[in-house]
């Protein structure tokens, strides 16, 4: 299996498992054709608190190991829940609340990515 199907289904598993706990406005950033980028996807959301959060970064780690015995490298920020970062290598997964996301603004300094809104599942 080639590394970019292990990429597309290690995003999908992430929509999904972010979709499972409601998170809202997910943004995937495809950076494939930026130079000098630290991953290749960067998949961005929001939860409307800190335990939403926390559950919606909960779920994507047990979903993706789950599923396709993938582990996070990294994960930072779950003892405020204001924002989470998980490194998957390839991906890199960003929680934020709603305030939190509008003040750092990460999907505009890459505004050259190619940008896919998913859209929310009520």
Not at 66 to 88: E, L, S
Request: aromatic fraction near 8%; charged fraction near 25%; hydrophobic fraction near 45%.
């Amino acid at each position: 299996m080639s590394q970019i199907v292990d990429t597309e289904i290690l995003l999908k598993e992430i929509v999904e498992a972010i979709q499972e706990k409601k998170g809202k406005e997910i943004v995937v950033a495809d950076l494939t054709k930026l130079g000098n980028t630290i991953c290749d996807y960067f998949v961005i959301c929001s939860g409307n608190s800190p335990t939403q959060v926390s559950a919606i970064a909960d779920s994507v780690e047990y979903l993706v190991r789950q599923n396709i015995k993938y582990r996070p490298i990294a994960v930072d920020g779950m003892r405020n829940a204001q924002w989470v970062a998980m490194d998957y290598g390839e991906v890199l997964v960003h929680i934020f609340l709603p305030e939190v996301r509008d003040f750092y603004d990460i999907e505009h300094l890459w505004a050259d990515a190619k940008l896919e809104m998913i859209p929310d599942i009520d």
